[in-house]
């Protein structure tokens, strides 16, 4: 927690993550995926968002497995 990846997440989420303990979510992925495709149809970008694709379609495969109602970090 002390070293250059001390964020607030961490410090909000880092012992849900290592003890893997996902059953209340903050946030549930689907709605970080809603919120996710919102921000990105409201951006008019000239350049294209490889990584942000990718990232969009693990979300969906996640949504599909079942995964929707977890938190978003899982």
């Given at each position: 927690m002390g070293g250059v990846a001390n964020s607030r997440v961490l410090e909000l989420h880092g012992q849900k993550i290592i003890?893997?303990?996902f059953d209340q979510p903050d946030l549930k992925l689907k709605l970080h995926r809603k919120i996710?495709?919102?921000h990105l149809k409201r951006e008019n970008l000239a350049v294209p968002?490889?990584?942000?694709a990718f990232v969009a379609q693990q979300m969906d495969a996640a949504i599909a497995q079942g995964y929707a109602e977890l938190d978003h970090t899982t």
């Open positions: 003890d893997r303990t996710s495709t919102m968002l490889y990584t942000t």
